[in-house]
């Protein structure tokens, strides 16, 4: 797709959970073990948020680390895109929340869902609205906090996810067009192999008082979705490259929806790619949603595996069936390196670490 004005992702920011809970302690909840979880899906340890911490409070900590990443005013954002399953209410939008914390005055905002592609949706509409001019800096967020949504009795689900928020931030260029290409795609016919049930309006105890029911919790046939996985990251990653008018062999990094490393391997071994330019941090994360490729990236860039002027495949999967991959190329620079080198800066994220 050519755009009349370029973009560029110019911030990436993490808000995560302090609580870290590893396969040791889920195995004191349901039957399984650190050896399991970690042979089936490469997961050792995840962060669970407590319960006073919420959706928009780990959102707003990713916001304020990719603005301090990217060095910009709030006031120069003009459009809030959240991603996410599990708002902290039907609304107002976690965006408005978001919005309204960092001072972002001129923007717009709205939240959209598809699960955990949602990252990936959202960073296609930023670029539509900067590609067309209509704005020229967009702060994207996923983020996810199932924990709520799982049945904490249930090995097969509850093993697999943690809570937490990933932040970018995209702005016009007018010389460089830096998000290469896109692709999304759809299938609602397999919704319920992976949904939370009873947790809309079609519950029939929603809005009744008191409450004659909890609400559902997450559901999956894994082994469907495992399947469904290793076929749409090659696609959707073949596809987006064509939209880019560039080879897989061009990607130097694949970042991947961070589900399980199986999968992973899995898609980019179809994909003819080296394990080197596998981007994943799924071992200390689990699967955060649609938080996880902007969490698998900014764990990338701490650790220097990814270099300036890195050509990257976003790419995603998840519930509706929904997937979806964006080129990207990498040139940012934290803007902070220099404050931080000299020890005087500390974000929130990292505050919130300790
Ligand atoms: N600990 C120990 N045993 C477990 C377990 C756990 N946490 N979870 C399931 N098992 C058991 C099963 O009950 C089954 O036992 P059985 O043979 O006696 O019935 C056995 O392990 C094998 O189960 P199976 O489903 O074949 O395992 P698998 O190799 O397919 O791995 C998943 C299961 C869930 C890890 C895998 O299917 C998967 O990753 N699917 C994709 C899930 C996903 O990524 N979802 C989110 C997408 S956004």
């Known amino acids: 797709m050519k755009f009349s004005h370029g973009a560029r992702l110019i911030g990436v920011g993490a808000g995560l959970p302090s609580a870290v809970v590893t396969n040791f302690d889920l195995e004191k909840l349901v039957d399984t073990s650190d050896e399991w979880i970690k042979t089936r899906t490469g997961i050792s340890e995840r962060r669970i948020a407590s319960e006073e911490e919420t959706t928009s409070q780990l959102a707003i900590a990713a916001a304020k680390d990719a603005i301090g990443f990217a060095g910009i005013d709030p006031q120069e954002i003009e459009l809030v895109v959240v991603a996410t399953s599990t708002p902290d209410n039907l609304y107002p939008s976690t965006a408005c929340m978001v919005q309204a914390a960092i001072g972002a005055k001129r923007a717009a905002a709205f939240d959209m869902e598809a699960a955990c592609t949602g990252i990936v949706y959202a960073l296609a509409v930023a670029q539509q609205f900067i590609g067309s001019g209509t704005f020229k800096c967009a702060l994207v967020i996923g983020v996810d906090i199932h924990s709520r949504f799982l049945n904490w009795a249930d090995r097969n689900t509850c093993i697999l996810f943690g ?10 260029d007018e010389k460089e067009n830096e998000m290469l290409g896109t692709y999304l795609r759809a299938d609602g016919s397999g919704g319920h192999l992976l949904h939370i049930p009873n947790t809309g309006s079609a519950y029939p105890h929603a809005g009744v008082t008191p409450p004659t029911a909890t609400h559902g919790f997450l559901e999956m046939n894994g082994r469907a979705i495992y399947e469904f996985a290793v076929n749409a990251v090659p696609e959707a990653v073949r596809a987006a490259c064509s939209d880019a008018g560039i080879t897989v062999d061009d990607i130097d990094f694949l970042i991947p929806h961070q589900a ?12 003819g790619m080296a394990p080197e330019k596998i981007v994943s941090n799924v071992n200390e994360m689990g699967n955060t949603s649609a938080a996880s490729i902007p969490l ?59």
């Open 260 to 271: 399980n490393m199986r999968i992973i391997k899995s898609a980019a071994e179809r994909l």
């Open 163 to 172: 809570d937490g928020a990933g932040a970018f931030i995209i702005k016009a």
């Open 296 to 354: 698998a990236m900014w764990q990338a860039l701490k650790r220097g595996q990814i270099q300036v002027g890195s050509t990257c495949a976003l790419v995603g999967f998840g519930g509706g069936l929904t997937w979806g991959s964006a080129i990207v190329k990498w040139t940012a620079v934290d803007q902070r390196q220099s404050s931080q080198d000299e020890g005087t800066q500390v974000t929130e994220v990292e505050a919130s670490k300790k």
